[in-house]
């Protein structure tokens, strides 16, 4: 462009015309080259139709969680293989409750896997945790195999006998394209609470064969008040929970009425949960002081449900909301569930 800039220098509209066209040019491609950077360092979105807000592919190459089978050779064949030892199945579902349809990941880790590979293969044992990760919004799935390192550190601290074999469920939260739901359940909308729970333990007895074991749940950020929001209100399905940078009351979208608003906040109050269902959750939340999208909610939460549950408090020292200053706590995390999980 520098080179041909003398060449349109001329006073005409159509030389006037290019070079301000030129200049647009540049700078939408600035703009374009930095949100790509900037989706490759924290996996905020899947894909360019999940950026603008297309979905609709999806349901018509999606499977119901009822009609998938067994772990077959063919996925074994095409899953893909970590350099920890890990295998990472990648599948589109409509959720046979929620109907809605989406990507899941599951994980089985080295152990796992190598059962799955066995010659023989007699399924995954008894000898396992599961534990559903949420990402936050926007984000995808893929932030806890790549930026977050999720899976890399649940398979070195398996690796070093620090932490029990484990399943690992991803499942999509932001299930709607260009809508934070907060993975609730919208009355005459999206059943994202149902997706996340009852569709996911059907995806995992299905096709990779758990039990009725308890599961744990683990999330950052809008993940973090996912993960609260789901071991609350399904004590029949966790057991443990782990907020990283979370809080603790949905934080609606614009568009949703004062009615609805209303309704939502009253039926997913974590507290008046607490007092009508007792149960027996453990819970770690995990914060930092200089994270006041977090912190004071998760203060909050904590002096409001110590009568009611074991909750933990780890503060981070330093640093705000982002992956970098989490990434380190995901450790923490899977450690707290290998000493308090059954």
């Known amino acids: ?86 295998l990472i199945f990648k599948e589109v579902i409509t959720g046979a409750k929620s109907k809605v349809s989406d990507y899941v990941y599951v994980v089985a880790s080295p152990t796992i896997s190598k059962l799955l590979l066995a010659k023989n293969s007699t399924g995954i044992g008894t000898n396992y945790q599961v534990v559903e990760l949420f990402p936050g919004y926007p984000g995808v799935p893929q932030t806890w195999i790549g930026t977050l390192g999720g899976i890399t550190t649940m398979e070195n601290l398996e690796n070093a006998g620090q932490i029990k074999p484990t399943i690992a469920i991803i499942p999509a939260i932001n299930v709607v394209a260009g809508q934070d739901t907060e993975c609730l359940n919208y009355v005459g909308g999206a059943q994202v609470e149902t997706w996340l729970t009852a569709d996911m333990k059907t995806l995992a007895k299905n096709f990779i064969g758990i039990d009725d074991r308890l599961w744990s749940s683990f999330g950052y950020s809008t993940g973090g008040w996912c993960a609260a929001e789901v071991a609350v209100r399904h004590p029949e399905q966790y057991g443990q929970a782990i907020s990283l940078a979370g809080y603790f009351e949905p934080t609606f979208a614009i568009g949703i009425n004062k009615r609805e608003r209303n309704f939502l906040s009253n039926k997913y109050n974590l507290i008046k949960t607490f007092k009508a269902n007792p149960s027996n959750l453990k819970m770690l939340t995990i914060a930092s002081k200089r994270d006041r999208y977090s912190y004071f909610s998760t203060k909050r939460f904590i002096a409001e449900s110590a009568q009611f549950i074991s909750v933990k408090f780890d503060e981070i020292p330093n640093g705000g909301h982002n992956i970098k200053v989490w990434k380190p706590y995901v450790t923490t995390g899977f450690l707290w569930l290998n000493s308090v999980a059954p």
């Open 1 to 86: 462009m520098v080179i041909f800039w003398p060449k349109l220098a001329k006073t005409s509209f159509r030389h006037i015309f290019i070079r301000v066209s030129s200049l647009i040019l540049i700078q939408v491609l600035i703009v374009v080259s930095a949100g790509i950077t900037i989706n490759r360092s924290g996996n905020f979105y899947e894909s360019w139709g999940d950026l603008f807000g297309s979905k609709k592919n999806l349901a018509k190459i999606a499977i119901s969680p009822t009609a998938l089978s067994a772990i077959s050779p063919k996925d074994l064949a095409t899953a893909t293989r970590t350099k920890g030892g890990s």
